[in-house]
Structure formats: C-alpha cells, structure tokens
T-cell receptor, first 115, second 114 residues
C-alpha cells in the first residue's frame, strides 16, 4: 500500500494523559499537513510541513500540541495533558509541491477519544 | 473557521437518480476541490476546478464554479448505493508559508437508497 498511513487508528485515553500519533506520507511527497475533524464538521487545518520544516501553524494548535517531521519523512503529532475537547479525528495529508493544482492525499485518520 | 458551506446538509435519493450538492465560499480562491468521505474514514479527492474554469467533468461527476457568486456545485449522475458518503467542498488558499491550506465546509451527507 503506497498511500498515506496513520497509526494508531483509534486511541482512547484519560483526561490529562499525553498521546502521540504518527503519519507516514506517500514517499515522494515533500509536503505534509495535519487536520482535525470533529463530528459532523469538515476537517480544519492544524499545521503544515515542507520537508522537515514546520512552516505554518493554525491558531487551533494550542501550546499543548506539538508536531514534528524529523528528516522530512514521517510526522508525529503529540497532545499533552489531553482534554475532553481534544476528542476528534486527526487526519494527515501529503502532497507533492506543484503549481496551483496540488492534490492532498489523506490518510485514514486517528480517532481520539478523551474520557 | 469553515469557509465553504455545503447545501443541503443531508440528501437522500433513490439509486439511479442524480444528486446535486452546492457549496458557497467567502474569499477569493486559487481553486476549489471536492472530497468524499465514507463514514469514519479518510477523505478521497474527487475533482479539482481552477478559479478560471467554469465546468469540469470526471466520469459521473460534473462540477461547476461561479466565482462571481462564490459558489460551486457537484452533480453525481446515475447514483449508486456505493456513492453513499459525506461530500465536502474545499477552497484552496496559498498562505504566506506556501501551504495550500484547504478550508472545508461542513459537508453534505448523501444517502443513496437501493
């Protein structure tokens, strides 16, 4: 399977715990995005990497959230001191730098439930 | 914030009928894309229409774009039960950091009854 993969697919945690999600993009894609999707809503942009550089962060990304992309390959998204409001689907997407018609390919997502 | 807003929020049709979903947006765009999401899964890219295009076809999909009205529509012809999913429009804005930020609407839940 050469698509975007995410692990774990599901995560249940207690409030206050830390969680980490992993995204493996399509291998030749140099751009990587994280989105968050709550029930009944469309995804919302969280952050963006070009290669290993994190170039943009949304205001949605509070201080408890941190994302990395060491060596410009896989990426991790960590949430510290989780809150019930963090419960959502976390989606990763990757793309290859192009002109205006860049297509983002999404992974299956990690569904987080904070109890 | 959600820029694109889909209409209707939910649509139920019989297999073989056509399904039309509309999307409105607020700011200028580089292009507009439509995605599909099966329940609890990731999003699948369906079709992209550039800001200088008015209509585009792909198989049973037809997308129109009216930049003067800041609206787009997605038509699925001869629908099948397998088309049951949520459909999202997403506008693309090239941000200062060069990200192609996708801004999604809240989606249209399409149910195709066999």
């Amino acid at each position: 399977d050469t698509g975007v993969s995410q692990n774990p697919r599901h995560k249940i945690t207690k409030r206050g715990q830390n969680v980490t999600f992993r995204c493996d993009p399509i291998s030749e894609h140099n751009r990587l995005y994280w989105y968050r999707q709550t029930l009944g809503q469309g995804p919302e942009f969280l952050t963006y990497f070009q290669n290993e550089a994190q170039l943009e962060k949304s205001r949605l990304l509070s201080d408890r959230f941190s994302a990395e992309r060491p060596k410009g390959s896989f990426s991790t998204l960590e949430i510290q001191r989780t809150e019930q409001g963090d419960s959502a689907m976390y989606l990763c997407a990757s793309s290859f730098r192009n002109t205006q018609t860049e297509t983002q390919y999404f992974g299956p997502g990690t569904r987080l439930l904070v109890l | 914030s959600q820029q694109g807003e889909e209409d209707p929020q939910a649509l139920s049709i019989q297999e073989g009928e056509n399904a039309t979903m509309n999307c409105s947006y607020k700011t200028s765009i580089n292009n507009l894309q439509w995605y599909r999401q099966n329940s609890g899964r990731g999003l699948v890219h369906l079709i992209l229409i550039r800001s200088n295009e008015r209509e585009k076809h792909s198989g049973r999909l037809r997308v129109t774009l009216d930049t003067s009205k800041k609206s787009s529509s997605l038509l699925i012809t001869a629908s099948r039960a397998a088309d049951t999913a949520s459909y999202f429009c997403a506008t693309v804005r090239i941000s200062s950091g060069s990200a192609r930020q996708l801004t999604f609407g809240s989606g249209t839940q399409l149910t195709v009854l066999p």
